[in-house]
């Protein structure tokens, strides 16, 4: 499990258009928000990305990157990015399913062709959201176990602006006994 301000799984992928994500190395201030999306066969996926790269220059402002990361190998992806029409959204792509699994992501198995016709990969993960700050120590999260109900990227802008200007430290740390 995860826990908040404690370190997160290592990250690093490659990304559209060459080079590779790291996360040990954001490049932002304040850190990086992470989307993992289910793949180009998710209809949900493409509604929610799309509403990431609306917001994606919102949460520059603030300091924070965003990355949109999926199982899907490159040309997936980068039907993907095409679909929302990404200009300021990152894109990774060809996530091993065992790292899904150290992020706490859920896997599930095909069940063929969606509803937009695109076959689902044999195994894909779930989604989930996460933002990790600068040192890479896990502030938020958020796991699904479907593609339905996901947060708001909106009231994570919210949220944030709040925790930027109260110093709010992430919650849920305490591991011990209860």
């Avoid at 995860?2 to 799984?9: E, F, H, S, Y």
Wanted: charged residues 20%.
């Amino acid at each position: 499990m995860l826990i908040p301000r404690q370190k997160t799984p290592d990250l690093s992928l490659p990304m559209l258009g060459g080079g590779q994500f790291d996360l040990s190395q954001p490049g932002t201030p304040r850190g990086t928000v992470i989307a993992f999306y289910r793949g180009l066969h998710c209809p949900l996926c493409a509604t929610y990305l799309k509403e990431l790269e609306r917001l994606t220059p919102e949460f520059a402002k603030r300091g924070v990157g965003t990355i949109a990361i999926s199982s899907d190998a490159e040309e997936r992806t980068k039907a993907m990015a095409d679909k929302i029409e990404a200009s300021h959204l990152r894109f990774a792509h060809s996530l091993p399913l065992t790292l899904a699994r150290d992020w706490g992501l859920y896997i599930s198995t095909s069940r063929g062709k969606t509803s937009i016709g695109i076959e689902e990969p044999a195994l894909f993960s779930e989604p989930g959201l996460f933002m990790v700050n600068a040192d890479q120590t896990l502030y938020y999260m958020s796991v699904q176990t479907m593609p339905f109900v996901r947060p708001h990227f909106s009231e994570l802008l919210g949220a944030l602006d709040f925790a930027i200007d109260k110093g709010y430290p992430a919650r849920g740390e305490y591991t011990g006994a209860v």
